[in-house]
């Protein structure tokens, strides 16, 4: 009774009411989901939780994409069914996460994605912490209380993304009002931002992702809080800021997610040299070409490699130490090495970078030097290099950024167009073994970096042993 009269009094928590949501139908013949394009997987999904007495919907990204004439990326079901229950159902199923636990369901290469109607956390953000849903900023810790569909759409993160499809009466249950949402092109966050943001700060960084591939205005309630609330991203774990920056920067709109990250100040516990970086009309000008480079990838449905991504995103971050070690009287190889290790491991605070991708993303900073040297052998050992290709598509990056020689990358282009029996044949001759003796003295051969050829003068060098 007391209880209940705090809670009148004291307005609730805006992300645990339901009070603000109000059911609207919206009928087949109005929202024009055509459902054929609906995955097989998902409507057999769907079919085999009602069949079992669960309501089962089509939530989240798939309708609103469906609404927006986009293609889903993926397809996420939300049912009445717990994940055990769930799991019975569907031979060929997992249960998966432990912050957030759900259900996957294999239909020969495709996956589903089932997850159980969500409720509220406590009222109590007291009684919150003593269980361990949140920590002392307000960030989940756990999100596995289970709730009514209408709770559900209340936990959801924007409006326009919590619009529950049944495919089978084909009709739009609609409680927040993200059909009105999604028609006039805002993005909102449900409920109170400030608490939405501190929950999951990752919420901010998703905002800014969809607003950009959605073409959308983020509503100024939504948008408000976002610089004050950046460096709550510090308190997410670094792997999951990996995660979320790749999806970004592989929604096919880096460029002007980046842009918007950066004008949020939301960059900072993710890319934190960004601002030094782009500061430097170089810096600029390479990472600029690199982001619409990938975007223009991604729109022709091209395969785009993630750490070809960060070693674009980092690449003037090592230059900088590069120099400075090199300043420092370093050898211009090993301050090449130096100046990687620098970078990678003070990245992986921000976001941790897989060391799959590192170790691709060291191959490809570490071969740059390489294209330099055009002598004897070394460009037929550099162009058959099982990572040449990445390495070659961010040399003509750099050159196209104007931090090269653009002779030296003509010379490339056509060595690498030519027949491979032919390429030999393009290397530059080496001149005299006298020059080449009084050149070799003025440049130390182990300085492969320093050592920039053109193409007219790398016949003068010495020749590789
Ligand atoms: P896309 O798949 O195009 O990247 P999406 O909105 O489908 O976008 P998913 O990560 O697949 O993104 O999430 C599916 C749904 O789960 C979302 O539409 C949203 O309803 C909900 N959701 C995802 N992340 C969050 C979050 N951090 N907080 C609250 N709800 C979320
Ligand atoms: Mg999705």
Redesign the pocket.
């Known amino acids: 009774m007391i209880r209940k009269f705090f809670n009148q009094v004291f307005k609730r928590n805006a992300i645990t009411h339901t009070a603000d949501a109000q059911l609207r139908i919206i009928p087949s013949g109005k929202h024009g989901i055509n459902r054929n394009l609906i995955s097989p997987c998902a409507l057999k999904v769907a079919h085999g939780l009602q069949k079992a007495s669960f309501s089962a919907y089509i939530?989240?990204?798939?309708v609103?994409?469906l609404l927006l004439e986009l293609k889903p990326?993926?397809f996420?079901i939300a049912t009445s069914a717990t994940p055990e229950q769930a799991r019975a159902l569907f031979r060929r199923s997992r249960i998966i996460g432990r912050r957030f636990r759900l259900l996957h369901v294999m239909c020969g290469n495709d996956t589903v994605e089932v997850s159980t109607f969500r409720g509220p956390l406590p009222d109590d953000n007291a009684v919150s912490k003593i269980k361990n849903y949140i920590d002392q900023h307000g960030r989940l810790l756990r999100d596995n209380v289970f709730g009514s569909q209408e709770e559900d759409a209340v936990?959801?993160?924007f409006t326009l993304?919590?619009l529950f499809y049944d495919p089978f009466s084909e009709e739009i249950h609609d409680y927040l009002d993200g059909y009105a949402d999604l028609k006039a092109k805002t993005l909102r966050i449900i409920g109170d931002p400030v608490t939405r943001y501190r929950e999951?700060p990752?919420?901010m960084l998703?905002a800014v992702r969809l607003a950009a591939k959605l073409d959308m205005q983020i509503d100024p309630s939504t948008a408000e809080p976002i610089g004050d609330l950046a460096p709550l991203l510090q308190n997410v774990p670094p792997a999951r800021l990996f995660d979320e920056m790749l999806?970004l920067l592989l929604s096919g709109h880096a460029l002007p997610c980046v842009v918007d990250l950066r004008q949020r100040g939301l960059h900072h516990g993710l890319l934190p040299m960004l601002d030094v970086i782009l500061e430097q009309p170089l810096g600029e000008r390479f990472i600029t070409l690199a982001l619409k480079n990938t975007d223009e990838r991604i729109q022709q449905n091209k395969h785009v490699s993630p750490a070809f991504l960060f070693a674009a995103l980092l690449w003037h971050e090592v230059l900088a130490a590069w120099n400075s070690y090199k300043n420092s009287g370093e050898q211009s190889l090993t301050a090449l090495y130096q100046a990687i290790d620098d970078v990678l491991s003070s990245q992986q605070k921000n976001i941790a970078i897989p060391r799959r991708f590192c170790s691709a993303i060291t191959e490809i900073w570490s071969m740059q030097p390489r294209f330099e040297s055009l002598v004897g052998r070394k460009p037929l050992r550099l162009v058959s290099h099982p990572r040449f290709r990445a390495a070659y598509d961010f040399m003509l990056l750099r050159n196209e950024s104007g931090e090269m020689d653009p002779e030296l990358a003509t010379w490339w282009k056509r060595f690498v167009a030519a027949d491979p029996d032919n390429r030999e044949k393009l290397i530059p001759k080496p001149a005299s073994t006298r020059k080449r003796k009084k050149r070799t003295r003025r440049k130390p051969a182990s300085d492969a970096a320093s050592a920039k050829q053109t193409p007219a003068s790398a016949g003068k060098e010495k020749p590789a042993s």
């Open positions: 939530v989240g990204g798939a609103r994409d990326k993926d996420d936990r959801r993160d993304n919590a999951d990752v919420r998703r999806k």
